[in-house]
């Protein structure tokens, strides 16, 4: 399936999905990071990793072995001005945002063309 992905924070439901079909792309959703978690992406064959967001949390997500799995992370909600600035120092990850003006705003700044529009 092409641009359709699950992401859940049930392990049992992604685990029988996966049964289901080996095509559909998952993704494992937490609140924290936890070492077992990498051990469910490689049993899922997942391949996003979906964690709220907050700094002390980020700084413990290891980028290295996630890309080495082939597993894409996404950070989310990004909704806060000092948020966005810290991603764009992380190209990589993927970002969920509920501010998706102000989001471009300051991380695409070249793509916007009314500046007023988006208020910061």
Known sequence: MQDVFVISSNHHSLARLRILSKQIELGLLTNTPNPHDF??????????????????????????????????????PVNTIEKMKFMQQHP????TTTELEKYQAICYPKTITDWQKVGI
Do not use: N, W
């Open 39 to 76: 051990l469910l992406l490689r049993e899922l064959y997942a391949s996003y990793y979906a964690i709220h967001f907050d700094f002390e949390t980020f700084h413990t997500l290891d980028l290295t072995t996630l890309q080495k799995m082939g597993v894409q992370p996404i950070i989310g």
């Open 92 to 95: 990589e990850v993927l970002v």
